[in-house]
C-alpha cells in the first residue's frame, strides 16, 4: 500500500486543470485537459506532449489491447481511441428509453468488458452499464453528481463519489431485483461550508480494499478503510483536486489551482 505522508512531488505543470490519469503497462502517463479538448501524454522528464483530442474529455481507461476509453462530457457519450489517439468509435449512446445521457464523467472497466459509467447531473444524475453486448441499462439514478466511479469485484459492487452530498455510495450488484445504493462514508466538509469546497471526484482502490478519494475543494486526498473508515488525509498541493490513478509505488493525482487552468500533475510515492 502506498503510505500517506510520503514523498509529493509535481511531474508538470500544463496550462490546463487536467483530469482522468491512467497509465499503461509501459508506464506512459495519459491526463485528460476537458476545458483544453485534450488528452496529454506526459513524458518521464516532465515534458508533455498532445497524444488527442475531444470535446470534453474526463474520465478515462486503457483496455488490455491499448485502446482508451474516455468520457467526454460535451457529446454525452463514451470514446473509443487506438493506442496512438485516433478516435475509432463511440462505445455509448447518448439516449436508452428516452432517457438523455447528459454528461458522461468517470468509468470503470470489467474484465469482460462490460463499462459502468456516471452521469454527472445535479439532483437527477445516475449510474449507468453498458453490458459487452451493447444494451445500457441504469444502475441507480436520482442521484446528486454522481461523479467518480471504481469497481471492487471482490464484494461485487461499485463505489460511487455523490459530489453535492459529500459522500461516497456503495452499489451492491443483483443480478435479479434492484441494487442496493448505500451510503458508505461522509466525508470530512470544508470550514468554509462552501458546498464548491468539498465535492469528492475521482477514486482509485488499492489492494487492501481502502479507498483512495480526490476531494476537489478540500485540496486532499481522503483514505477510507475497507469499512469506511477515515485512515488518513494527504495534502496534494493542488488547491483544486480532481482525480487519482494508483499504480506500482505511486499514485498520480491531476487538479489545478483554477478552472480552466492551469493544472497540474503530482505524484506520492511510497
Known amino acids: 500500500m502506498i503510505k500517506p505522508?510520503?514523498?509529493?512531488?509535481?511531474?508538470?505543470?500544463?496550462?490546463?486543470?487536467?483530469?482522468?490519469?491512467?497509465?499503461d503497462t509501459e508506464g506512459n502517463i495519459f491526463i485528460t485537459a476537458p476545458a483544453g479538448e485534450q488528452i496529454y501524454q506526459l513524458h518521464i522528464d516532465g515534458s508533455f506532449s498532445r497524444w488527442s483530442t475531444s470535446g470534453w474529455p474526463n474520465g478515462q481507461a486503457i483496455l488490455d489491447n491499448g485502446d482508451h476509453l474516455?468520457?467526454?462530457?460535451?457529446?454525452?457519450?463514451?470514446?473509443?481511441?487506438?493506442?496512438?489517439?485516433?478516435?475509432?468509435?463511440?462505445?455509448?449512446?447518448?439516449?436508452?428509453?428516452?432517457?438523455?445521457?447528459?454528461?458522461?464523467?468517470?468509468?470503470?472497466?470489467?474484465?469482460?468488458?462490460?463499462?459502468?459509467?456516471?452521469?454527472?447531473?445535479?439532483?437527477?444524475?445516475?449510474?449507468?452499464?453498458?453490458?459487452?453486448?451493447?444494451?445500457?441499462?441504469?444502475?441507480?439514478?436520482?442521484?446528486?453528481?454522481?461523479?467518480?466511479?471504481?469497481?471492487?469485484?471482490?464484494?461485487?459492487?461499485?463505489?460511487?463519489?455523490?459530489?453535492y452530498r459529500n459522500r461516497i455510495l456503495k452499489i451492491t450488484l443483483e443480478r435479479k431485483g434492484k441494487n442496493n445504493v448505500q451510503v458508505f462514508a461522509d466525508l470530512p466538509v470544508h470550514p468554509s461550508g462552501n458546498e464548491i469546497d468539498n465535492l469528492p471526484d475521482g477514486m482509485d482502490i488499492d489492494n487492501n480494499g481502502n479507498l483512495w478519494i480526490a476531494h476537489y475543494g478540500m485540496g486532499a486526498i481522503q483514505v477510507l478503510s475497507a469499512e469506511g473508515k477515515l485512515l488518513h488525509s494527504i495534502d496534494t498541493h493542488l488547491p483544486l483536486t480532481s482525480n487519482i490513478f494508483l499504480t506500482a509505488g505511486k499514485a498520480i493525482i491531476t487538479g489545478g489551482y483554477a478552472e480552466p487552468g492551469p493544472g497540474a500533475v503530482m505524484i506520492v510515492y511510497r
Open 70 to 163: 474516455i468520457c467526454d462530457s460535451k457529446l454525452g457519450v463514451i470514446r473509443r481511441f487506438n493506442p496512438y489517439g485516433a478516435w475509432v468509435a463511440d462505445e455509448t449512446k447518448n439516449f436508452y428509453n428516452g432517457q438523455v445521457i447528459t454528461s458522461p464523467n468517470d468509468l470503470a472497466v470489467l474484465p469482460n468488458g462490460g463499462i459502468y459509467f456516471t452521469d454527472s447531473v445535479r439532483h437527477q444524475g445516475s449510474v449507468w452499464f453498458k453490458d459487452p453486448s451493447g444494451k445500457q441499462e441504469i444502475v441507480a439514478d436520482g442521484l446528486d453528481y454522481p461523479n467518480g466511479i471504481v469497481f471492487c469485484m471482490e464484494r461485487n459492487c461499485l463505489f460511487v463519489a455523490e459530489s
Open 5 to 23: 505522508g510520503g514523498n509529493i512531488s509535481k511531474m508538470a505543470d500544463l496550462p490546463f486543470y487536467t483530469e482522468g490519469p491512467v497509465c
